[in-house]
């Protein structure tokens, strides 16, 4: 039997329903971790690429006064101590 690849829409829809189901039973941090530590093994630009909309997905749906709130914190979190 042959094999067919998912296109882009399948895989998005696919995706947001593992995190709509994850976030359901509060699981979305494991299964973010579990996910971005298998794209930064086999893909790390994807990974890059991955944390940084998740990142601006995160901030977009916050908020004006929280979002600037969002991105000090993570800012102070990610320069060296």
Same mark, same amino acid.
């Given at each position: 039997? @042959?094999?067919?690849? !998912?296109? +882009? =829409?399948?895989?998005?829809?696919? &995706?947001? @329903?593992?995190?709509?189901? /994850? %976030? /359901?039973?509060? +699981? #979305?941090?494991?299964?973010?971790? @579990?996910? &971005?530590?298998? *794209?930064?093994?086999?893909? !790390?630009? +994807? /990974?890059? $690429? @991955? #944390?940084?909309? &998740?990142?601006? $997905?995160? +901030?977009?749906?916050? !908020?004006?006064?929280? %979002?600037?709130?969002? *991105?000090?914190? *993570? #800012? /102070?979190? #990610? =320069? !060296?101590?």
């Amino acid at each position: 039997m @042959a094999r067919s690849t !998912p296109t +882009a =829409e399948t895989i998005e829809k696919v &995706m947001t @329903a593992v995190l709509e189901e /994850a %976030r /359901a039973n509060n +699981a #979305l941090p494991e299964v973010v971790d @579990a996910a &971005m530590k298998k *794209l930064r093994e086999t893909n !790390p630009k +994807a /990974a890059h $690429a @991955a #944390l940084r909309a &998740m990142i601006e $997905a995160m +901030a977009a749906s916050l !908020p004006a006064h929280k %979002r600037q709130k969002f *991105l000090e914190e *993570l #800012l /102070a979190f #990610l =320069e !060296p101590s």
